[in-house]
C-alpha cells in the first residue's frame, strides 16, 4: 500500500487543549502535506512541508518531520470546537502524485 | 477564483448506466487529479493529469475512464459499475509537483 500510517486512529479532546497527530510512512518523499476534512466533503490544504525543511509554523498549526525516521507530527494548539474534522496526511512523491494516510478523527469537546 | 467545481454533487446510477462526472479549475493549475474515498477511510488516489497527459493511472478497472479535454476541464466517465464503487469522488488540482493542492467538494455517487 501507499498509504502513510496515523495515529491515532480517534482523538477526544477539551477547548483549549493541544493536539498532537502522528503520521509515519514507508518510501522516500518530496513533500509531506496534511489537510482536514470536515463531514466526509472536500479536503482543505493546512500545510506543506518540503523534504529539507524540519520544521513549520502556520496560525496556531506546527509540522515537523524527521526524514531519517520517516515520521511527520501535525500539532494544534490552543484547539476550537471548529478543529472538529478528520486531519490526513499525504505523502509527495515526484510526478505530481501524493497518498494520504489513514487518517485521526479530532472531537474538540466545548 | 480559488475553486475546483464538481458536478453532479450526488448521483445515484444502475449498473447498465452509463454516465460522466465533471471537474472544472481555472486557477491555471497543470496538474488535476481523480480521488476515490469510501467512507471513513482516507482518499485513495485514481488518475494524475499532467499537462492535459494521463500520467499516473493506479491499476484502476476499466469501467471507469478519465478524460481531460482542456486545461480546465477534467471528467471521468462511468460505465457498468458495481455497487461497490459508491463512494465520494473527490477531484483536484496542484500549480505543479512539490505544491499544494485544492480539493473540490466531491461527487457522492451511489450505484444500485
Known amino acids: 500500500s501507499q498509504q502513510g500510517e496515523e495515529d491515532p486512529q480517534a482523538l477526544s479532546i477539551q477547548e483549549g487543549e493541544n493536539a498532537t497527530m502522528n503520521c509515519s510512512y514507508k518510501?522516500?518523499?518530496?513533500?509531506l502535506q496534511w489537510y482536514r476534512q470536515n463531514s466526509g466533503r472536500g479536503l482543505v490544504h493546512l500545510i506543506l512541508i518540503r523534504s529539507n525543511e524540519r520544521e513549520k509554523h502556520s496560525g496556531r498549526l506546527r509540522v515537523t518531520l524527521d526524514t531519517s525516521k520517516k515520521s511527520s507530527s501535525l500539532l494544534i494548539t490552543a484547539s476550537r470546537a471548529a478543529d472538529t474534522a478528520s486531519y490526513f496526511c499525504?505523502?509527495?512523491?515526484?510526478?505530481?502524485?501524493?497518498?494520504f494516510g489513514t487518517g485521526t478523527s479530532l472531537t474538540v469537546i466545548p | 477564483d480559488t475553486e475546483v467545481t464538481q458536478t453532479p454533487k450526488h448521483l445515484v446510477m444502475g449498473m447498465t448506466n452509463k454516465k460522466s462526472l465533471k471537474c472544472e479549475q481555472h486557477?491555471?493549475?497543470?496538474?488535476m487529479y481523480w480521488y476515490k474515498q469510501k467512507a471513513k477511510k482516507p482518499p485513495e488516489l485514481m488518475f494524475v493529469y499532467s499537462y492535459e497527459k494521463l500520467s499516473i493511472n493506479e491499476s484502476v478497472p476499466s469501467r471507469f475512464s478519465p478524460e481531460c479535454p482542456n486545461s480546465s476541464l477534467l471528467n471521468l466517465h462511468l460505465h457498468a459499475l458495481q455497487p461497490e464503487d459508491s463512494a465520494l469522488y473527490l477531484c483536484a488540482s496542484s500549480p505543479g509537483s512539490n505544491t499544494e493542492a485544492f480539493f473540490g467538494q466531491g461527487t457522492r455517487l451511489t450505484v444500485v
Open positions: 518510501t522516500s518523499i518530496n513533500n
Open positions: 486557477m491555471g493549475h497543470r496538474a
Open positions: 499525504a505523502t509527495g512523491r515526484t510526478g505530481n502524485q501524493f497518498y
